[in-house]
């Protein structure tokens, strides 16, 4: 998946709490420890902020961000910007992204879910037109891509605002219409649409909540995790009920629509739920631009209108005025159209600005790649690999299956808090995290493919649950 959600035009500066920082930054890290290094506060104009580095070398930070070459002026706004949201601090608006936000995490993982859990029923009953491709969640792998590079894109060239409101909107809708489709093609089609919107949506929501956190608070990034689980648990559970009872059997010759309606009430039921929650996020948030793009904008007072909102509203207070920001200066190519060549051209190079970030991005890139890559292999070629090894991993009712679903499911959740705990344990920290969980994930992936029995079965597969 594409995911970098860097806030920035190309030319930016990424600061402790910018949504760049968690991509390639805290890779550099020496003692593994992210909030070490931070900007902190600004420095008289013309001249580049201190970094406090409690001990630690900032050297790691020039490496990677050659900060005066690329854009002085931005780094010390953002600098400032970011010593406010500190001085601010948590308030109730932030949890409550944390809930609303996190929830998009949810509807990430229960869209890709509901359309994988409801693939063998809708197979059964309208027949798939190719015997060589599984073409539901081939749409599904389309739409996410397309939509990660979409709603990614756009929105860090027009802003968040917008496009947070509409693309959990936009799933809601197109899961609805997708559970009363006539045919397999329909079916897909829809898919395709939703999975965009769910792609889409898991990017803004990580950067919109980055991008208001204080620097003491970024740990609860990795925390948001825990939500994908609740999407994944949520899923199973209806799941349980509805396919349990509602789906034609695993051996019907012949699948009716009367006798195949469960992964129908699936689709309206998330539907319905993610609706909801669409609009929960513009009636209980009312989102605004984030303040760390629109310094990237160079739009001075309406960052102050930002902040100076939150502070008054939750009784708080921050020392940035409107006069300390301009007399910064303007951000580079500010000047020109966020859509002109120089800029769009900027906006793709910033990723690969010094020789570590390139590295970074690469390395990154390369991750995400490997998981999508096996993610579906686990999910779809295991169960072939173990009935061909003799492996008796139950009786493969519709209710046992689906049963051993949720139970997966919930032995999820207790992933992120683990992780959520080791981040900012001082010798684990974000690479020890990773590191720790792939080579679990890597031993139980292969103590999997020699289960033999169906308590093996459900404890492994949920362990590797818990661990990936």
């Known amino acids: 998946m594409g995911t970098y959600t860097s806030d920035q035009e190309s030319n ?18 020496e003692n593994g420890h992210e909030d070490d290094a931070y900007y902190k506060g600004s420095s008289p104009a013309g001249q580049s902020p201190q970094y406090d580095t409690d001990g630690s070398s900032s050297d790691s930070v020039k490496e990677v961000f050659s900060v005066d070459r690329i854009d002085p002026v931005l780094q010390r706004k953002m600098a400032l910007v970011n010593e406010s949201i500190d001085s601010i601090g948590m308030t109730g608006f932030q949890w409550k992204m944390f809930v609303l ?32 491709v599984s073409g539901i969640p081939l749409a599904s792998q389309v739409g996410l891509l397309v939509g990660a590079g979409i709603w990614g894109f756009s929105a860090d060239i027009i802003g968040r605002k917008l496009a947070f409101n509409t693309s959990l909107l936009s799933c809601a809708i197109f899961v609805l219409i997708a559970g009363g489709m006539p045919g397999y093609i329909s079916f897909a089609a829809f898919v395709a649409l939703y999975s965009a919107g769910a792609g889409g949506n898991y990017i803004l929501d990580a950067t919109n909540f980055l991008e208001f956190l204080p620097t003491k608070w970024a740990w609860l990034l990795t925390f948001m995790a825990v939500w994908w689980p609740v999407g994944y648990s949520i899923t199973g559970f209806l799941a349980w009920g509805f396919m349990s009872n509602y789906s034609c059997s695993p051996d019907a010759t ?39 793009w629109l310094i990237s904008q160079n739009r001075d007072a309406e960052v102050i209108k930002v902040l100076d909102g939150i502070a008054t509203k939750y009784n708080r207070s921050h020392d940035l005025t409107l006069e300390r920001l301009q007399a910064e200066g303007t951000v580079l190519h500010t000047e020109k159209s ?24 690469t390395v990154i890139l390369a991750n995400w790649f490997v ?77 999997y493919t020699q289960i033999k029995t169906p308590a093996q079965n459900v404890g492994v597969s949920a362990a590797i649950t818990a661990a990936s």
Not at 12 to 29: L, M, R
Not at 262 to 280: E, K, N, P
Not at 438 to 445: D, F, I, K, P, Y
């Open 12 to 29: 930016s500066i990424p600061t402790k709490g910018d949504s760049q920082i968690d991509a390639s930054f805290i890779h550099t890290k």
């Open 101 to 132: 936000n996190g929830f998009g995490y949810a509807v990430d993982s229960l869209l890709i879910v509901a359309h994988s859990i409801a693939n063998p029923a809708v197979q059964q009953e309208y027949g798939n037109p190719s015997k060589h």
């Open 254 to 292: 012949v699948c009716l629509r009367r006798d195949n309606m469960g992964w129908r009430y699936l689709h309206f039921t998330c539907g319905s739920l993610v609706l909801v929650m669409a609009l929960a996020r513009v009636t209980l948030i009312r989102m605004v631009q984030t303040p760390r």
């Open 338 to 361: 966020v859509w002109s060549a120089l800029r769009l051209k900027l906006h793709f190079k910033g990723i690969f600005q010094t020789r570590k970030l390139a590295w970074s991005t």
């Open 371 to 447: 998981i999508g890559m096996v993610s579906p292999l686990y999910s779809v070629f295991l169960p072939f690999y173990l009935e061909s090894r003799g492996a008796d991993t139950g009786d493969n009712s519709n209710y046992t299956t689906w049963r051993n679903y949720a139970i997966n499911q919930v032995a999820g959740l207790f992933g992120p808090i683990i992780a959520g705990i080791l981040v900012e344990t001082r010798y684990t920290g974000r690479r020890g995290t990773l590191a720790t969980g792939a080579l679990c994930t890597m031993v139980l992936q292969f103590g």
